[in-house]
């Protein structure tokens, strides 16, 4: 299944900039592995924010939450999901 998530991110303007940064690293290594598993196919970056779109293709809900909640940024994130079907005009 196919899903687009619109993640946000909302920092504590208190956090500490090393633990920031152990965040960055680890979100980084975290979402290379769930790209690189097939199931993180496209990440976009939402240009002038600390944000992203992407589109997961995974078994289902429960699956993408999963590794949505992985995420090591994720307590910081406002996520919005959005189930995808194949539209019947693509030529795709």
């Known amino acids: 299944m196919l899903f687009q998530v619109q993640m946000?991110?909302?920092l504590p303007p208190d956090l500490?900039?090393?633990v920031l940064d152990?965040?960055?690293a680890a979100e980084h290594a975290r979402a290379t592995e769930?790209?690189?598993?097939?199931?993180w196919p496209h990440l976009w970056r939402v240009a002038g924010r600390f944000a992203n779109v992407s589109v997961f293709d995974v078994?289902?809900?429960d699956e993408l939450?999963?590794?949505v909640s992985?995420?090591?940024l994720y307590p910081y994130m406002e996520v919005e999901v959005t189930a995808l079907a194949h539209h019947?005009?693509?030529i795709a």
């Not at 769930?34 to 199931?39: D, E, F, H, L, S």
Request: glycine share 12%; aromatic share 0%.
């Open 88 to 90: 019947p005009g693509s």
């Open 22 to 24: 152990r965040i960055n």
């Open 59 to 61: 078994d289902g809900p």
């Open 70 to 72: 992985s995420l090591p």
């Open 8 to 10: 946000d991110v909302r």
């Open 34 to 39: 769930i790209q690189q598993a097939g199931k």
């Open 65 to 67: 939450h999963e590794l």
């Open 16 to 18: 500490d900039p090393d």
